[in-house]
């Protein structure tokens, strides 16, 4: 069975770097096109970068564009997020996803998704 679990959440003051990290099972994991996604309280789950199996492609929400690097360890079976120069608005609990069939994009029913780890921003 797919299983994707996260670390590395916690708080950190604005302007601060945190890196998460993403454990994958369960599939083949150099072949799967990955992504993270987040959830502020009272808000929508919204995308924030993708990239392909090979790493070779990467792709970013706007509002963390130049801020925030996706990368991949496929022999480690692992998937990162580096994020700097976080701000309050960053504050939000952050999904690693699998997706499914690249045709049906990041439908819910194409995703499998991690349990989340919190990431609060203080001011």
């Known amino acids: 069975q797919v299983e994707l679990v996260e670390s590395g959440g916690g708080l950190v003051q604005a302007g601060g770097s945190l890196r998460l990290s993403c454990a994958a099972s369960?599939?083949?994991?150099?072949?799967?096109?990955m992504g993270w996604f987040r959830q502020a309280p009272g808000k929508e789950r919204e995308f924030v970068a993708g990239i392909t199996g090979s790493g070779t492609y990467t792709f970013y929400a706007d509002s963390v564009k130049g801020r925030i690097i996706i990368s991949r360890d496929n022999a480690k079976n692992t998937m990162y997020l580096e994020m700097n120069s976080l701000k309050p608005e960053d504050t939000a609990i952050y999904y690693c996803?699998?997706?499914?069939?690249?045709?049906?994009?990041?439908?819910?029913?194409?995703?499998?998704w991690g349990q989340g780890t919190q990431v609060t921003v203080s001011s």
């Open positions: 996803a699998r997706r499914k069939l690249t045709i049906m994009g990041w439908r819910s029913e194409n995703v499998d």
């Open positions: 369960g599939f083949t994991f150099s072949s799967a096109h």
